[in-house]
């Protein structure tokens, strides 16, 4: 088809950027979507109860299954002593990243224990009350061994990783950083500590599996379902193509469900010995040793400038606890290589292996503990320079990425940063802390900026019109809005209502994706819907040249127009689903992909980022040390919005997890046992309605034409990025009182307000 044959066009206001609300939304508050351990298909489901290991390292000696077998409505008992066959784990380093993804990841493969609550066992019952009250009663007796769990005391045995996690390098250094340091006439060297934490989606993990001859059907919560259905397939040792898997909607996963875990291993192998479905969940107490976490790290910040501001010298050191069964290490320290200027730098990242379970990716891996220190270490320089803290980012705004050496394919930070000073009356600022009360509170004002690649994953997509339109993808709807998005983008570039669009997601048997993860969901699966589309539009326009006796054949008109849900050819105007019906009764398809960004010129060619500036307003209580967010503010410049109101509520849920990370979440661990001691959500605190304040996100306008066809960014993560810090230098304005280890409970504020409070 000619160029001058191409140019149909779709009018009547673009559907992107609109506030839409969610397509799925009626299903979900009313009830009728369908989450993994409610799905009811094939015969009564069984159900699965998991015991796990109450010891951190050693073997299992003698497992007694007798009592529970002899349960009233058990059905099986599976342990390492009869469970199926599966490979081994395998080195604790994969050889290429997208392994890590898609290696076997067998349960009750032998009596090892690697981590505490391992699982040991799995109970099949009638029902899940039959099951759990059968696990009470396996008795079990250990050969306990001696474990590692404590990090601080133990990074003589750190080590350097091959890689960290998405393959970036380990190290990276620029020029003679000790040489900079040492004759730089300001210096911050500053250790920050931030603490084990865990995912806690609303949904735990669970699985159905259902087998019919040598397929598997499986039902369960999963992020990106290549990476699972690879994953599982290996680990059950069956192909590929006998492995289905299905997850059409998921309450939350945060990153905890990139993975297969023994939810869906376990489910499959009962399902299978058993002949019927067999449903399998953990509880919450079983996901903080079975689910992954974010692992404690120690920071180390050094930062010398010139006595202007100019940063000389950036130095970014991180010590991460992995598990010495499968390495994990987090890319920490990779963002400081993007967000300021300075001649000399250094990043390094160090392991100090350990008795626990995996760490994995928790949202925004990297820049999400990473920028609570960094953040704060500029807080801390600006200080000791008499500097505004924003004039401090300002001085130090690079003109090329500082270590690629390439242009920014659009960098709009100091915008979002005095558009963000400006909406929140940062001039109410005082430089000196603690000098701003209001009775017996003291009040603080706070700022950090924001960071986050901008990534984009392979993706397809088809789409079929037949009356109205069904787009299919394998991509899954984590809460973030994708069904919504991908109907905006079908609707807008087809010409037709939101209401004419169907969208497929979270079944395997549809096109590959690159699934939810990453903060690259919606440009990816969007790219390639936008372009199944593009395929479907030519040929709609080439039937309509073909058919006989149209005008358009008559008369070789140039142009078609498809709009409004009408095709538009020479001077006659048909609904879109009437021509359909006539023209193509069976109906068109299309496919369209894209490949992964960073094997695409523009991702080679361009730093490509998204961007914000976070600000905060805390008092704290001269008597007590109580912290109260007052209000947060969050400026984001991440490219085209997509959809305002999806976007808008992904930041705020992302600030809400700064919250969290600054004032309150930790996962405790008991360094004598190995184990979370607060495993539940008494005790694992997260912010509730009454600890948020008044949250308020700004978009600023910006078209990243280097990104995809969208001009869109990824920021469901960016909503993290540096609002924690952003509250904790609010603190230290209001107090004086610099806490470095997080979160930044009473305990560790309140005894250096004694001087402060008189």
Known sequence: MTDKAQRHTTSGGSLIGRPVDRVDGPVKVTGTATYAYEVAEGPPSAFGFVLGAGIAKGRILEIETGLAERTPGVLHVMTHLNAPPQPEFGPAV????????????????????????????????????????????????????????????????AYAPQRTNAGFDTD??????????????????????????????????????????????????????????????????????????ISRYIGGGFGSKLIVHADSVLAALAARILGR???????????????????????????GASADGKLLALGHDVWSATSRVEEFCEQTAVFARSLYAAPSRLTRHRLVPVDLNRGEWMRSPGEAPGMLALECAMDELAERLGLDPIELRIRNEPDLDPERGVPFSTRNLVTCMQEGARRFSWERRRSEPGSLREGRKLVGFGMAAAIRPNYIGAAAASVRIEGRVTARLDMTDIGTGTYT????????????????????????????????????????AGTALLRACEA?????????????????????????????????????????????????????????SVEAGASTESYRAFSQHSYGAHFAEVSVDCDTGEIRARRLLAVIGAGRILNAKTARSQILGGMTWGLGAALMEESVLDRRYGCFVNHDLAE???????????????????????????????????????????????????????????????????????????
């Open 536 to 592: 479907l539009k030519r040929k709609i326009v080439n039937a309509v040249r073909t058919q006989p006796g149209t005008p358009a054949q008559k008369s070789g008109a140039d142009d078609v127009t498809i709009a409004a849900g009408t095709v538009r050819f020479g001077e006659r105007t048909e609904a879109l689903a009437e021509f359909m019906r006539r023209v193509a009764p069976q109906g068109l398809d299309a496919t369209g």
């Open 94 to 157: 994969t050889p290429a990243v997208r392994e890590v993804f898609t290696r076997a990841r067998p349960v009750l493969r032998d009596g090892r224990i690697r981590h505490y609550d391992e699982p040991i066992a799995l109970v099949v019952g009638e029902t899940f009350e039959a099951a759990r009250a059968a696990a009470a009663r396996i008795q079990v007796r250990y050969e306990e061994a001696a474990g590692d769990f404590g990090l601080e005391e133990r990074r003589g045995a």
């Open 485 to 524: 998005i991908l109907t905006q983008i079908a609707a807008d570039a087809l010409g037709v209502p939101l209401a004419a669009i169907t969208i497929e997601l979270g079944d395997s048997r549809y096109p590959l994706t690159a699934g939810s993860g990453g903060s690259w969901g919606a440009a990816s």
């Open 684 to 758: 694992y605190h997260v912010p509730v309605n009454s600890d948020v304040p008044d949250l308020d996100v700004v978009f600023i306008e910006e078209n990243d034409d280097k990104a995809n066809p969208f001009g869109a960014k990824g920021l469901g993560e960016l909503g993290v990025c540096g609002a924690g810090a952003a509250i904790a230098n609010a603190v230290y304005n209001a107090t004086g009182v610099r806490v470095r280890e997080f979160p930044l409970t009473l305990d560790k504020v309140l005894p250096g307000l004694a001087t402060v409070a008189l």
């Open 172 to 245: 990276s250094a620029v020029g003679d950083f000790d040489a900079a340091f040492a004759e730089a006439a300001v210096r911050i060297d500053m250790t920050y500590r931030t603490p084990y934490q865990h995912h806690n989606p609303m949904e735990p993990h669970a699985t159905l599996a259902i087998w019919q001859g040598d397929d598997v059907t499986i039902h369960t919560s999963a992020q990106t379902l290549s990476n699972f259905r690879a994953g599982l397939a290996a680990t059950l040792g069956i192909p590929l193509e006998r492995v289905r898997v």
């Open 277 to 303: 479905p067999v449903k399998v969940a953990l509880t919450r107490q079983q996901m903080f040793a079975n689910a992954g976490h974010r692992a404690e790290m120690l920071q180390n910040v050094r930062l």
